[in-house]
């Protein structure tokens, strides 16, 4: 949650004046089952009939051996796999990604859908690409709030149907984890001005050490800048649930974080990790930040979760499992 003490003080400045009486946090429900989801041209269909826009990265010049569905990370979209698909893809490894409700180009930008809406639209999708590929493993990669995503669908009623997960600095900032004054904070806000916008403006926190990439961020209109209260207050939600839930994700799963994260703290993401099966796979990346995959250096976990996917007990090449 990408918002500094000052932004949420703002807030709550805002908050102490408003006249208005309070009202409730704006969550963007999807519609009623109408259709089968599908692929459409770029689209994914969900059950409701939306079209959530699509990117794939398919291998040229080898077969299918593995498929990845990536979920990019809040405020983000699509595009953000971009780079790590074409890398998997000279792997073998096949990669989708689609726009989440509310982000990119898919419908409601900038409001948030609720947990339930996604983990759905997750194992719909899940549905749909195990049919195009229905001879080789199918996996989730879910970066930052993706992960969230990722783990409270896999300890759902409704589960995808995949061979395993990978976590990129998962989105589980519980609020247990969070500083008193930001809970606070945000649930009043939720409550009274739910459409008030924060922006990143003064956190000085650095995502990546990739500048290049983070400023083409700056520039893409497709990712959110401004983001609502309540956005915020939904992500919290999910957060909360995903570091709850972890410790029933009972499947092949490999957790990559970097020491020099400055979004997800270590506090959240080693409590997670007490909680989940000690079958999970983790590597940790000295160098690395929250966007290990666009990071300078991110043909290193790149590496490794190709590696895991060919075998999930080998060593990896570069991460490792020394967390202190």
């Not at 498929?67 to 809040?74: P, Q």
């Not at 890398?87 to 339930?116: K, V």
């Not at 900032?173 to 939720?190: I, K």
């Not at 990739?210 to 400023?215: A, P, Q, T, Y």
């Amino acid at each position: 949650m990408n918002f500094s003490k000052k932004s949420l003080l703002t807030a709550a400045v805002a908050v102490t004046l408003s006249l208005s009486s309070a009202c409730s946090p704006l969550v963007n429900h999807p519609g009623k089952q109408v259709i089968a989801p599908k692929m459409e041209n770029e689209y994914y269909v969900a059950v409701d009939g939306s079209k959530l826009p699509v990117r794939t990265w398919l291998p040229k010049s080898r077969p299918v051996t593995a498929v990845i569905i990536a979920l990019h990370g809040f405020n983000d979209y699509s595009n953000s796999f971009t780079k790590p698909g074409i890398f998997l893809s000279s792997q073998g490894i096949a990669s989708y990604a689609y726009d989440q409700r509310g982000f990119g180009s898919a419908p409601g930008r900038g409001l948030w859908s609720g947990i339930e809406a996604y983990t759905r639209d997750l194992a719909s999708f899940a549905e749909v690409i195990r049919t195009r590929h229905p001879d080789v493993p199918l996996y989730i990669l879910g970066e930052s709030m993706g992960g969230a995503v990722t783990i409270v669908a896999m300890t759902g009623s409704h589960r995808p149907n995949v061979d395993g997960v990978i976590l990129i600095a998962p989105a589980v900032w519980g609020r247990d984890t969070m500083p008193w004054y930001q809970r606070w904070l945000l649930a009043v806000s939720a409550h009274t001005l739910p459409w008030l916008e924060l922006t990143g403006k003064g956190l000085h926190r650095t995502p990546s050490d990739n500048i290049e990439m983070l400023r083409a961020l700056g520039r893409d209109p497709q990712v959110i800048k401004g983001t609502r209260i309540d956005t915020v207050y939904g992500l919290s939600n999910l957060m909360d649930k995903a570091l709850s839930q972890a410790e029933n994700l009972h499947v092949p799963t490999l957790v990559q974080y970097g020491k020099n994260d400055q979004i997800i703290p270590k506090s959240p993401i080693f409590l997670m990790l007490k909680k989940m099966p000690t079958a999970t796979r983790k590597a940790f990346y000295e160098n690395g930040y929250h966007m290990l995959l666009r990071d300078l250096q991110a043909e290193k976990p790149l590496a490794d979760i190709a590696a895991w996917i060919v075998d999930h007990k080998q060593p990896l090449v570069y991460g490792t499992d020394n967390w202190n």
